[in-house]
């Protein structure tokens, strides 16, 4: 059971957009920011947002991250085939970091 | 930029301890501003933390896992270390090695490939 609650699936066809939802507390998500990792297939994760609503360089603008209160949420617009992943949200709780259990996003 | 890679057996027996490392290059283990920490995958399954260690080798270990746990920093090599002691098949799964930066508010900047560790006698 995970500290953060994410939806284990979500799905769009190309070009539509998707919203994966991350539910977390005051101890986490309420008082920190979010990361969100993209994890391809058979690879290590990667980081997607930083900072709640930051973007690293080589990240496209299609992914944007936002919170409210103590949940966060990851937005993909403009979907595209080699977005198929899995995506996880993090934030730091208390004494350790959490992981939400994952979103697997199926491009149809 | 920087390169992280996991080292260590695949297999280890049950009761016994789980020794891994992770090599950096492309940047210093003693830059300010990044903590070095390990997080594992266990087959088909979510992301855990494990615990991170500081540039001036101060680690903080996720409760769940502390009792067994030490990571230890290697500045003469730009390592850094796990050791997970008294393993049983729950710790089977994948370890990625990470460079995370500092704050309750950081992220996990940087992932090694990950190294698959099974516990089996």
């Known amino acids: 059971q995970s500290v953060l609650t994410q939806p284990p699936s979500a799905s769009g066809t190309p070009g539509q957009r998707v919203t994966i939802s991350c539910s977390g507390s005051s101890s986490n998500i309420g008082s920190n920011a979010v990361s969100w990792y993209q994890q391809l297939p058979g690879t290590a994760p990667k980081l997607l947002i930083y900072s709640t609503n930051e973007r690293p360089s080589g990240v496209p603008d299609r992914f944007s991250g936002s919170k409210s209160a103590t949940s966060a949420s990851l937005d993909i617009s403009g979907l595209q085939s080699e977005d198929e992943a899995d995506y996880y949200c993090?934030?730091?709780?208390?004494?350790?970091?959490?992981f939400g259990g994952g979103t697997k996003l199926t491009v149809l | 930029q920087v390169q992280l890679q996991e080292s260590g057996p695949g297999l280890v027996k049950p009761s016994q301890t789980l020794s891994l490392t992770c090599t950096v290059s492309?940047?210093?283990?003693?830059?300010?501003?990044?903590?070095w920490g390990w997080i594992r995958q266990p087959p088909g399954k979510g992301l855990e933390w494990i615990g991170r260690i500081s540039t001036s080798g101060s680690p903080r270990y996720n409760p769940s896992l502390g009792s067994r746990l030490t990571i230890s920093l290697d500045t003469s090599n730009n390592q850094f270390s796990l050791e997970l002691r008294s393993v049983t098949a729950a710790d089977s799964a994948m370890y990625y090695c990470?460079?995370?930066?500092?704050?309750?508010?950081?992220?996990?900047?940087?992932w090694g490939q990950g190294t698959l560790v099974t516990v089996s006698s």
């Open positions: 492309g940047g210093s283990i003693t830059s300010h501003n990044y903590f």
């Open positions: 993090a934030a730091w709780d208390d004494s350790r970091w959490v």
């Open positions: 990470a460079r995370t930066i500092v704050g309750v508010s950081g992220w996990f900047e940087s």
